[in-house]
């Protein structure tokens, strides 16, 4: 099975600030990398898929972007509501999500 | 408005039987994969497995074969979930969210149901 790692587990951040995750997989799985964000009690909210593509409805300060075995999700500008946790997601084989990172308010 | 509803949360003992549904709406259900993911109390997410109801063809993750059944009414456009025989270990949030080909992201989720498990 492909594994799926992703850094840090945790940050804390200020409002406006840039907030980088990064994803890794275990094999090349293309760019069948989906992120996603939930907050507490609620189901996860699709933000990027295929690496780079913005889900629509989804504001532009979200990015994606990949290199080899590696994704990052970019928040250029972090707003009071991003505060949440994200997971990345391989499709590329049999499904694997990562163990997700906590973004809270420093 | 693509919909996906889920039945509501279920008190079960060890031991019970157990079936949750998914309830698709808004778009054809026969021809988007219907995936169930757990999200056990402060974990991550896991996928179970998934189900394509245009020809019922259904995939399990390795940690969940056996475990759990799932199948799809076309007819009532419903997805569901089931145990034979509930654990302690099953409690958690199940979702279930649609995809439209086997690559695809999961572009809407159902709002979860919480199953617990206790004596």
């Known amino acids: 099975d492909i594994q799926m790692t992703q850094s840090p587990s945790s940050l804390s951040a200020s409002v406006g600030d840039r907030v980088t995750i990064t994803c890794r997989a275990s094999?090349?799985?293309?760019?069948?990398l989906n992120w996603y964000q939930q907050k507490p009690g609620k189901a996860p909210k699709l933000l990027i898929y295929?690496?780079?593509s913005l889900q629509s409805g989804v504001p532009s300060r979200f990015s994606g972007s990949e290199s080899g075995t590696d994704f990052t999700l970019t928040i250029s500008s972090l707003q009071p509501e991003d505060f949440a946790t994200y997971y990345c997601?391989?499709?590329?084989?049999?499904?694997?999500f990562g163990p997700g990172t906590k973004v809270d308010i420093k | 408005e693509v919909q996906l509803v889920q039945s509501g949360a279920e008190v079960k003992k060890p031991g019970e039987s157990l079936k949750i549904s998914c309830k698709g709406s808004?778009?054809?259900?026969?021809?988007?994969?219907v995936a169930w993911v757990r999200q056990m109390p402060g974990k991550g997410l896991e996928w179970m497995g998934i189900?394509?109801?245009?020809?019922?063809?259904?995939r399990y993750s390795p940690s969940f074969e056996g475990q759990v059944i799932i199948s799809a009414d076309k007819s009532i456009t419903t997805a569901y979930l089931q145990w034979g025989s509930l654990k302690a270990s099953d409690t958690a949030m199940y979702y279930c969210?649609?995809?439209?080909?086997?690559?695809?992201?999961?572009?809407?989720w159902g709002q979860g149901t919480l199953v617990t498990v206790s004596s």
């Open positions: 969210a649609r995809r439209v080909t086997a690559t695809a992201p999961f572009d809407y």
């Open positions: 808004g778009y054809s259900f026969t021809n988007y994969w």
């Open positions: 189900i394509y109801p245009g020809d019922s063809d259904t």
């Open positions: 094999q090349n799985i293309r760019s069948y």
């Open positions: 295929a690496a780079s």
């Open positions: 997601q391989q499709s590329y084989s049999t499904l694997t």
